[in-house]
């Protein structure tokens, strides 16, 4: 079992898919020479060339709708956002085109394409760089959306998202790109759609994705070892994993152990997906909830460039440990 | 732009020298479309089909010429003003007018409606209905078959409004920097919708931006199909022979307004008559009574069969059954299975 | 329209209600006129007759559930209209017109609970043909008002015990599972009546001499009646409200004995009893005497223009007071025949409003139980009560010698604001003379405004 970083996951994923089948092709800006901003694809120009590595002008619709006709011929395309803030210009491509086209051809063509890249903040980068995309994505029909936090899901939900005949909106996180893991030597695929318990407990559910799980499994930490002489919660922290379509049975079965359950994400609150998760509990659990489900997410503001507004902002394990408290009436 | 002469109505030299035969068929091919959309707006006024519906009438040369052009397998990317294309194209009336009642025999199930017709089989890779955002598209077309080798060429037709949106612009540069083997074909009707290119665009010749893309270039007013057929057959053969795009714009006129709700009066006194005077279509029927020794009665009872078949497919349209309920739920996200993974 | 029907005021110091029975379910269609449920009052269990008719679209008031008046108890209209609707544009409840004078001292009633149409949950975007129907339900706005987790909810129903008997300790005194739990564990929060036999009963923290434990028995809730609420509530206002004097005297009833007996023997049926006789005692001596015939309203004395007896009738729960009107115009047998009826009625529930309101004055007598004085309190809005008991034969001295005499205490309750004790005497021994020559009794009724000694 080799100890990789995310961004080796990723390379390692892409990488596999390339070799297996001549269809993949990664494109986007810095993928090639320069080996990737944040070098998720170092060595692979060197070993598949350009014309599988393919280095593009910044033209996000651009190259975003080269890769949807393209899969619509047939082939692969692994499309890399710098940053997913930069998919905004790809929007119209990616919701008018890519989430719509099987369904408005009839199921003619179809689009299996990925469009991959870190998503929501950062750090210190200011409001127009630090967007989470998720409940953006997460609201179109016709797409599947993935987010990952480990090592290990990176690689084998990448795999499954290249081996996908749908799009997938793949995201990543900046400062999560260096974060070490064990991963299996053997190939392995993970299932997009499933969500994983990254720890096990009794007393409150969490459920979190992307940079918030570091962040919830160490509010999982706290309240398990409350150094204030407050009760101990057993919390069970859920990796959602897949944004849509959501794992519901792994959150209910959970939330009907629990009897509670917080949300912990990085984005905004209004209509986020916290907000489609805290709706599906309240109407499939109803009768199991002792708590009104909370919300730990950014606030409903921009984001600020200065450290301790941004700090201030982004949900920290104390924030959501206090949430953990009071569906837990600690 | 050129202007066209009132007094210069005499049959173009490109239609002087095709034969009978294939002057008959590009005739029949344009009169099938001119028909279909009479009969698509009759339909229209009578509440039969709803939502926009944009008419391709006094362009058709473009579409059955470019047809002439290409090869099958070829592929043909269009924006919402899309019947011509599918009917050169081959798409069956009966299908395609009840892809405008919006049933379930449609081109597409009955899901997309006049703007968005595609039928793979016969080359018709859409119909899009976001201005532009099939540029993009189309190039990743070209981009495989550049990648796969297929052979085949993309042709991407856009409109004169088109061409100041970001897409059409990132599209080109994209197909001008890899080489794609595409032909960007910008219908220029003289209007955005209702705006006259003068006040859309900065310089008036829209293939002054192609050496910016890298790309060659071609002008033309449409005179007659097998003149559309010659021009973008160049560069259809540049294309497939040395991956090489080209963009062409094609001067025409459309008769009709924008979509069926538009009146069309920001043309100018005189200038629809002046147009129709040298309708690509009346010249290739006169073409045919001139030189192909045709009679007026001929040409009578091709458009009587032709207007049947027409009628015939609104028929077939307005008795075909509307979708199932839970069709609206079908072709949305695609099971994963060995075989498609 | 739906209309949607509300708790009635049934009596005139009704204050809050129970539906005690539904008599029409939901679907049933309702003329004007008919029963369509039993109302428990403060007072008695009375039919309801439907106002309006059309279709039982929903009953929103569950079986023994306390409402205040002028609370949606059921919705009626046409079938397929939207029993919700009408109760959301309910916007405010109905306002009661003002009390009477007589019961102007009652609190005003409170606000009934406003009643939430059931929330429908939006249609999911799930493929499903048709919408479930909105089933009209009972509202128990009640068990609204408390707060309690969905999940506290759904154990304390499975349970069967009684939200409101749990203590919540979430925010906003929230019942959550904890509290259940907690519940469950010490055995608390069950439903009132828990079954046959009272509760456990455990040795005792206490030994005889031979350590041998006593047994301790838990104490118990028990959720008053509606009526013992009234009780409870209208006495202590009398008791806050009007300073008492107590004033009791022996009457020699031999008299009244001789000529009952007599009566009865030339009546067949309803026998006059001796309490009819204090009653018309009672009524003579009001007339003669009006001035203990008054009350204090808002700071004015107002006497009286009429004479209406109550008669306090003991239930198993409690008491009702049936009233005798115009008792000082009655005959001594139509006060017999009325106060029979009266009393069978009360036992059965079954007193109309009007039966129960506008007493001046009370009697109540439990000479019946061997009780041979006692003091009463006086029903707020009365000017007095008459606490009669037990006759009895005692040794008297009656011309320097001793005799036995059928003796009673009768003691009179009086309020001192609008009167004294002196004047309480006087009245007091018209009631004696009354009684003690009962043939008084029968003289004319001294006509209304000129007061006289009987004679």
Request: glycine share 8%; with cysteine.
């Amino acid at each position: 079992m080799a100890i990789l970083q995310i961004r080796e996951a990723i390379r390692e994923a892409i990488r596999e898919e390339m070799v297996r089948d001549e269809r993949v092709f990664l494109m986007g800006e810095e993928v090639g020479h320069y080996e990737g901003a944040y070098k998720c694809s170092q060595g692979l120009l060197d070993q598949f060339g350009p014309k599988r590595i393919i280095d593009t002008p910044i033209t996000e619709t651009g190259f975003a709708g080269v890769g949807i006709g393209a899969a619509m011929c047939g082939l692969r395309p692994i499309i890399e956002f710098m940053t997913f803030n930069f998919s905004a210009v790809a929007f119209d491509q990616i919701i008018n085109n890519a989430a719509k086209i099987h369904h408005m051809t009839g199921g003619q063509f179809s689009c299996p394409i990925v469009f991959r890249g870190p998503n929501a903040a950062a750090h210190m980068l200011g409001s127009t760089h630090s967007q989470a995309f998720d409940a953006f994505y997460a609201h179109i029909p016709g797409l599947k959306v993935v987010a990952v936090a480990t090592p290990y899901d990176a690689k084998g939900l990448l795999k499954a998202a290249i081996r996908d005949p749908n799009p997938v909106i793949f995201f990543e996180a900046e400062l999560m790109y260096s974060v070490r893991g064990e991963v299996p030597d053997e190939e392995y695929v993970l299932e997009i759609g499933k969500a994983d318990i990254k720890r096990a407990g009794s007393d409150v559910t969490l459920l979190t994705w992307g940079q918030a799980v570091p962040t919830s499994l160490r509010a999982a930490e706290l309240a398990a070892e409350p150094s204030d002489g407050k009760r101990p919660l057993s919390v069970e922290v859920i990796d959602m994993l897949t944004l849509r379509p959501l794992d519901y049975a792994a959150v209910l079965a959970s939330v009907r152990k629990t009897n509670r359950a917080v949300v912990a994400y990085h984005g905004w609150p209004h209509g986020g997906v916290g907000a489609e998760l805290s709706d599906h509990i309240q109407r499939h659990a109803f009768d199991w909830l002792d708590a009104p489900v909370l919300r730990v997410c950014y606030e409903d503001i921009p984001m600020s460039y200065a450290e301790n507004l941004e700090h201030l902002t982004i949900p920290q394990p104390e924030q959501i440990l206090a949430a953990l408290r009071q569906v837990a009436y600690v | 732009m050129e202007t066209p002469e009132q007094d210069a109505v005499t049959v173009p030299e490109t239609l002087k020298v095709a034969g009978k035969d294939e002057t008959l068929h590009a005739y029949r091919e344009m009169l099938r479309i001119r028909r279909f959309e009479e009969t698509a707006a009759r339909a229209y006024t009578r509440g039969k089909i709803s939502g926009f519906l944009h008419l391709y009438i006094g362009q058709e040369a473009i579409a059955v010429g470019t047809r002439m052009a290409i090869e099958s397998g070829d592929r043909i990317v269009t924006t919402y003003r899309d019947h011509g294309f599918a009917l050169a194209q081959g798409c069956e009336p009966n299908a395609c007018m009840a892809e405008m009642f919006g049933k379930k025999p449609g081109l597409v199930g009955g899901v997309g409606g006049s703007m968005h017709f595609f039928d793979r089989a016969r080359g018709m890779w859409g119909g899009y209905a976001i201005i532009g955002n099939h540029v993009p598209v189309a190039a990743g077309h070209a981009f495989a078959s550049k990648y796969t080798g297929d052979g085949r060429v993309t042709l991407c037709v856009l409109g004169d409004g088109a061409v100041g949106i970001g897409p059409t612009h990132e599209g080109m540069t994209l197909a001008g920097l890899w080489d794609l083997p595409i032909v960007f074909i910008v219908e220029n009707n003289r209007y955005s919708m209702g705006t006259p290119l003068e006040r859309t665009l900065p310089v008036e010749d829209i293939t002054l931006r192609a050496p910016g893309y890298g790309m060659a270039c071609d002008r033309f007013t449409v005179s007659d199909p097998f003149q559309v057929r010659d021009r973008i057959g160049a560069a259809v053969k540049r294309a497939r022979e040395e991956n090489q795009p080209t963009l062409i714009e094609v001067l025409t006129y459309r008769f009709r307004g924008h979509s069926m709700s538009d009146p069309a009066k920001y043309r100018g006194k005189g200038e629809l008559e002046a147009h129709r005077a040298r309708d690509p279509m009346e010249m290739t029927g006169r073409a045919l009574r001139d030189i192909h020794g045709m009679t007026e009665a001929d040409l009578d009872a091709l458009d009587e069969a032709i207007i049947a078949e027409m009628d015939g497919a609104e028929q077939f349209a307005d008795e075909a059954p509307q979708p199932d309920p839970e069709h609206r739920f079908r072709n949305i996200i695609i099971e994963t299975t060995e075989e498609n993974a | 329209m739906a209309t949607v029907v509300e708790l009635p005021r049934l009596s005139d110091t009704m204050e809050e209600g129970v539906v005690a029975k539904w008599r029409v379910q939901v679907g049933d269609k309702v003329k004007r006129g008919q029963v369509i449920a039993e109302i428990e009052t403060d007072k008695a269990t009375m039919e309801f007759e439907s106002f309006d008719a059309g279709t039982v679209l929903a009953l929103v008031a569950v079986e023994g559930q306390t409402l205040a008046l002028g609370a949606a108890i059921a919705v009626l209209g046409q079938p397929g209209e939207d029993a919700n609707a009408a109760l959301a544009a309910r916007s405010s409840v109905t306002v009661l017109p003002a009390p009477t004078p007589a019961s102007s001292s009652a609190p005003a009633p409170a606000p009934a609970p406003v009643v939430a149409p059931k929330p429908v949950e939006a249609s999911a975007p799930a493929p499903s043909p048709t919408p479930a129907p909105v089933e009209p339900t009972h509202i128990d706005p009640n068990e609204r008002r408390i707060a309690a987790s969905p999940l506290a909810r759904r154990l304390v129903r499975e349970h069967g015990l009684d939200l409101a008997a749990i203590t919540g300790t979430g925010p906003h005194a929230r019942i959550v599972k904890a509290d259940v739990d907690r519940a469950l564990a010490e055995g608390t929060g069950k439903l009132a009546a828990p079954g046959p036999g009272p509760a456990a009963a455990q040795a005792a923290d206490e030994a005889d001499a031979w350590g041998r434990p006593y047994v301790a028995r838990p104490s118990e809730v028990i959720k008053p009646s509606q009526m013992r609420k009234t009780i409870a509530r209208r006495m202590t206002q009398a008791k806050q409200d009007i300073p008492h004097y107590y004033l009791t005297i022996a009457i020699d009833m031999d008299a009244a004995a001789k000529l009952r007996a007599e009566i009865n023997l030339a009546i067949d049926s309803n026998k006059v009893s001796f309490n009819d006789m204090i009653i018309k005692a009672v009524a003579r001596s009001l007339r003669d005497l009006p001035d203990m015939n008054t009350v204090m309203v808002d700071g004015q004395v107002v006497r009286h223009g009429d004479v209406h007896v109550g008669v306090a009738v003991a239930l198993d729960d409690g008491l009702v007071v049936p009233v005798v009107r115009y008792a000082d115009q009655k005959s001594l047998e139509a006060i017999a025949l009325e106060v029979r009826t009266l009393g069978k009625r009360a036992k059965a529930k079954q007193l109309k409003p009007n039966e129960m309101s506008g007493s001046t004055f009370s009697v109540s007598n439990l000479g019946m139980f061997g009780i041979d004085t006692f003091s009463a309190v006086i029903n707020p809005g009365e000017s007095g009560i008459l606490a009669v008991g037990a006759i009895e034969p005692r040794a008297v001295v009656v011309d320097g010698q001793l005799a036995i005499r059928k003796c009673m205490n009768v003691t009179l309750s009086g309020d001192h604001r609008v009167n004294d004790g002196a004047r309480g005497a006087v009245w007091l021994a018209r009631v004696k003379t009354y009684l003690e020559t009962p043939i008084k009794l029968f003289s004319d009724p001294t006509p209304v405004g000129s007061p006289a000694a009987p004679g």
